[in-house]
């Protein structure tokens, strides 16, 4: 069984780039089929998918964040990345990061961590 | 972008009711529509993918229905652990995966 777990700063300066990683384990994250996204949640609202990083590399970004957004994998550390530019607090929010099947559902979730933009 | 919408936005119901959720997409999105439950401090759960497959482990209470634009979450008989606040997704077209709002099921 997957674990998905969210690491980075908790506090971010506006303007500055957000860096959070997750650490997958219980699977390899280069296996066939499978995409590992990023979703946010701000406080005391909905959820908003992020992008996702494909096993074979490839990337997809919701078009509101595109311009911002990178996502990456570190096949070695069996873990990916996600970086998001000029933030402002309107990014604030619990960041979570996900695994999908071919189905693109996302039955596996991180616990999800706190990103508070603020100077 | 689809846009999903999700009613009522509470439902105040007792242990042992019966809860029907709804949600309705700006476009039709076929079967292609899951549930999640989220309880506060946790990550979301999937419940039902492809508008009416249980999700591994669901309990036989949680079922779904619908296609096209509108869907359905039914559970039979809530459960004290039920109460949360469930979300759709859309996996139809994209990008972006969207989600519902939310429906936040509570004791009434």
């Known amino acids: 069984q997957l674990q998905l777990q969210e690491s980075g700063s908790g506090l971010v300066k506006p303007s500055q780039t957000l860096s959070l990683t997750c650490a997958v384990s219980g699977g390899s994250i280069s296996s066939g089929g499978y995409s590992w996204s990023w979703i946010r949640q701000p406080p005391g609202k909905g959820l908003e998918w992020i992008g996702y990083i494909y096993h074979s590399g490839s990337t997809y970004y919701n078009p509101s964040l595109k311009s911002r957004v990178t996502i990456s994998v570190d096949r070695s550390k069996n873990q990916f990345s996600l970086k998001l530019s000029s933030v402002t607090a309107a990014d604030t929010a619990v960041y979570y990061c996900a695994s999908s099947g071919g189905d693109y559902y996302f039955d596996y979730w991180g616990q999800g961590t706190l990103v508070t933009v603020s100077s | 972008e689809i846009v999903l919408t999700q009613s009522p936005a509470t439902l105040s119901l007792s242990p042992g009711e019966r809860a029907t959720l709804s949600c309705r997409a700006s476009?039709?999105?076929?079967?292609?529509l899951a549930w999640y439950q989220q309880k506060p401090g946790q990550a979301p759960r999937l419940l039902i993918y492809?508008?009416?497959n249980r999700a591994t482990g669901i309990p036989a209470r949680f079922s779904g229905s619908g296609s096209g634009t509108d869907f359905t979450l039914t559970i039979s008989s809530l459960e004290p652990e039920d109460f949360a606040v469930y979300y759709c997704?859309?996996?139809?077209?994209?990008?972006?995966?969207?989600f519902g709002p939310g429906t936040k099921v509570d004791i009434k």
């Open positions: 492809d508008a009416s």
């Open positions: 997704q859309q996996r139809s077209n994209w990008p972006p995966f969207s």
């Open positions: 476009q039709s999105v076929s079967s292609y």
